[in-house]
């Protein structure tokens, strides 16, 4: 649930435009992204709207002022809100709201300034409120235990003000849901069948070892007995070809094998950190990651080289992934803590932000490196260090450019299947005191990322145009993981709602 929507962006934008404008244009822009096809679903989903009690979503709301009455009817049942007041309308408003109500996706009710008004809106909404009613309760200050307490009465609406979603970020409603569900139990592993979560471990169990694996034999022989037979030749002689061809061919595995641990990581972090609580949002990651993941497998259709491990461990490891995503996981189980001192939160968030930049360049950069491999293969800061051209290589071995364009192919779709994980991770999964969510992002970036930086500058592949990304992803982690550690890595102390 990505709270950085409107804090700590709104400090940026405020200085150019103005914080009032800056947060119109911001609810503008999500209403008119919800307004699109798919655009609803795609909104609501990143907003992290998974696991809400019954009765509570209806219940909670936003009150908002006419002018901006269209634009918050279309964007805030997008991210949690059940139920939007419009208040004070008056009789110049009824015609703005009669438009705003028409298509909306949730509960609307008016704050009528005069009679008149209650009589023209009768019938476009959904209830007419003349007062001060006991049962519309307005808050104004992020305080989650308090909204929480409030909805514990059946009969009673919670309706934020623009000020509290401003100062708590949007991901407050689904904040607020947790809160007023049942607190956290233990777990309880039925021993007639193994629990979805357990599948999805040793998934993320095999990725590792499948990476060590692909390591080793790196480091080792380099080339396993497919791989000498579909190129007709051994290390030595592929040394022979070019010099520099033997380290080459080493990056580009120990970059994948660092990738492949990278995902396993991120995978055993959603299975036991997410999955085994009943969170129906780390079933979405884990399940939207690798079905970007797999199919890379195809790539050898662009390529023409089969390899033969990769084939294995595929078939080995897709039948428990679909074990682990087949169902919905049961009632969550939340432990829902204060979000602390403010400063802090405050932090986190910003590291949340860069969390998602960084997952956002790595598919970017995934999906760059996919489509090379399986067209140009090389770009120029390769061919540099190989001191050679792609028509060169073609000639001494046929079969040499398709093997690397496996290799080159394969490292872009491992990077997407962990971009989505990250970038997804650190969107919904941002809570006071879950230190896994810290500590799977953590390791994932120690595994991805130190690889590729060592092995890079052991073989000598030295150019920074090459590493940069690299670098600026490291970078990026460390601020991001370093700001976030204080709210992310508190003590797994339940305070009850709130």
Same mark, same amino acid.
């Given at each position: 649930?990505?709270?950085?929507?409107?804090?700590? *962006? /709104?400090?940026?934008?405020?200085?150019?435009?103005? /914080?009032?404008?800056?947060?119109?244009?911001?609810? /503008?822009?999500?209403?008119?992204? &919800?307004?699109?096809?798919?655009?609803?679903?795609?909104?609501?989903?990143?907003?992290?709207?998974?696991?809400?009690?019954?009765?509570? $979503?209806?219940? *909670?709301?936003? &009150?908002?002022?006419?002018?901006?009455?269209?634009?918050? !009817?279309?964007?805030?049942?997008?991210?949690?809100?059940?139920?939007?007041?419009?208040?004070? $309308?008056?009789?110049?408003?009824?015609?703005?709201?009669? #438009?705003?109500?028409? +298509?909306?996706?949730?509960?609307?009710?008016?704050?009528?300034?005069?009679?008149?008004?209650?009589?023209? =809106?009768?019938?476009?909404?959904?209830?007419?409120?003349?007062?001060?009613?006991?049962?519309?309760?307005?808050?104004?200050?992020?305080?989650?235990?308090?909204?929480?307490?409030?909805?514990?009465?059946?009969?009673?609406?919670?309706?934020?003000?623009?000020?509290?979603?401003?100062?708590?970020? @949007?991901?407050?409603?689904? #904040?607020? +849901?947790?809160?007023?569900?049942?607190?956290?139990?233990?777990?309880?592993?039925? @021993?007639?069948?193994?629990?979805?979560?357990?599948?999805? =471990?040793?998934?993320?169990?095999?990725?590792?070892?499948?990476?060590?694996?692909?390591?080793?034999?790196?480091?080792?022989?380099?080339?396993?007995?497919?791989?000498?037979?579909?190129?007709?030749?051994?290390?030595?002689?592929?040394?022979?070809?070019?010099?520099?061809? $033997?380290?080459?061919?080493?990056?580009? #595995?120990?970059? *994948?094998?660092?990738?492949?641990?990278? !995902?396993?990581?991120?995978?055993?972090?959603?299975? &036991?950190?997410?999955?085994?609580?009943?969170?129906?949002?780390?079933?979405?990651?884990?399940?939207?990651?690798?079905?970007?993941?797999?199919?890379?497998?195809?790539?050898? !259709?662009?390529?023409?080289?089969?390899?033969?491990?990769?084939?294995?461990?595929?078939?080995?490891?897709?039948?428990?992934?679909?074990?682990?995503?087949?169902? /919905?996981?049961?009632?969550?189980?939340?432990?829902?803590?204060?979000?602390?001192?403010?400063?802090?939160?405050?932090?986190?968030?910003?590291?949340?932000?860069?969390?998602?930049?960084?997952?956002?360049?790595?598919?970017?950069? +995934?999906?760059?490196?996919?489509? $090379?491999?399986?067209?140009?293969?090389?770009?120029?800061?390769?061919?540099?260090?190989?001191?050679?051209?792609?028509?060169?290589?073609?000639?001494?071995?046929?079969?040499?450019?398709?093997?690397?364009?496996?290799?080159?192919?394969?490292?872009?779709?491992? *990077?997407?299947?962990?971009?989505?994980?990250? !970038?997804?991770?650190?969107?919904?999964?941002?809570?006071?005191?879950?230190?896994?969510?810290?500590?799977?992002?953590?390791?994932?970036?120690?595994?991805?990322?130190?690889?590729?930086?060592?092995?890079?500058?052991?073989?000598?592949?030295?150019?920074?145009?090459?590493?940069?990304?690299?670098?600026?992803?490291?970078?990026?982690?460390?601020?991001?993981?370093? =700001?976030?550690?204080?709210?992310?890595?508190?003590?797994?102390?339940?305070?009850?709602?709130?």
């Amino acid at each position: 649930m990505p709270d950085w929507t409107y804090h700590p *962006l /709104r400090s940026a934008a405020a200085a150019v435009g103005g /914080r009032r404008r800056s947060q119109r244009a911001a609810l /503008r822009a999500l209403a008119t992204l &919800t307004s699109l096809p798919g655009g609803f679903r795609l909104v609501s989903a990143f907003a992290g709207r998974f696991d809400a009690p019954a009765g509570v $979503v209806e219940r *909670l709301g936003v &009150t908002v002022p006419p002018a901006v009455a269209r634009d918050a !009817i279309r964007a805030m049942p997008a991210l949690g809100a059940g139920v939007v007041e419009v208040r004070p $309308v008056g009789p110049a408003d009824v015609p703005l709201v009669r #438009r705003a109500a028409a +298509g909306r996706r949730c509960r609307l009710v008016v704050g009528a300034a005069a009679p008149e008004v209650a009589a023209a =809106l009768a019938s476009d909404v959904d209830r007419i409120a003349c007062g001060d009613e006991p049962d519309l309760v307005r808050l104004s200050e992020p305080d989650v235990a308090a909204a929480a307490a409030v909805l514990a009465d059946p009969a009673v609406t919670v309706l934020a003000t623009t000020d509290l979603l401003v100062t708590a970020g @949007p991901g407050w409603f689904q #904040r607020v +849901g947790e809160a007023t569900a049942p607190p956290e139990r233990a777990v309880v592993v039925d @021993p007639r069948r193994w629990p979805a979560w357990w599948w999805g =471990l040793l998934v993320g169990t095999g990725m590792i070892v499948s990476g060590l694996v692909a390591a080793a034999i790196t480091l080792g022989p380099l080339l396993a007995w497919y791989d000498n037979d579909y190129l007709g030749v051994d290390r030595g002689q592929l040394h022979a070809i070019n010099p520099r061809l $033997v380290h080459f061919v080493q990056h580009d #595995r120990i970059s *994948l094998a660092g990738a492949l641990v990278a !995902i396993g990581v991120l995978y055993a972090g959603l299975a &036991t950190g997410g999955m085994r609580q009943g969170w129906r949002w780390a079933r979405y990651a884990y399940l939207a990651s690798g079905a970007v993941g797999f199919p890379t497998l195809f790539y050898f !259709i662009g390529s023409g080289f089969v390899d033969v491990l990769h084939a294995v461990a595929t078939a080995a490891m897709f039948p428990m992934f679909v074990l682990a995503v087949r169902h /919905r996981p049961g009632a969550p189980r939340w432990s829902v803590r204060p979000d602390g001192p403010e400063p802090v939160r405050r932090r986190a968030l910003v590291g949340q932000l860069l969390m998602v930049v960084v997952g956002a360049g790595m598919l970017v950069g +995934g999906v760059t490196i996919s489509v $090379v491999g399986l067209s140009s293969v090389f770009v120029g800061t390769d061919l540099a260090f190989l001191s050679t051209d792609s028509h060169q290589l073609h000639a001494a071995n046929p079969h040499l450019v398709p093997f690397i364009a496996h290799d080159r192919a394969g490292f872009g779709g491992a *990077l997407i299947s962990a971009a989505v994980a990250i !970038i997804l991770l650190s969107a919904w999964g941002w809570r006071r005191g879950e230190s896994w969510v810290w500590w799977s992002l953590a390791l994932a970036a120690v595994t991805g990322f130190g690889p590729a930086v060592v092995v890079h500058l052991f073989i000598g592949y030295t150019s920074f145009e090459h590493l940069v990304p690299v670098y600026l992803g490291t970078a990026l982690t460390a601020v991001a993981l370093g =700001l976030a550690r204080p709210f992310l890595c508190r003590p797994r102390v339940s305070s009850g709602p709130g």
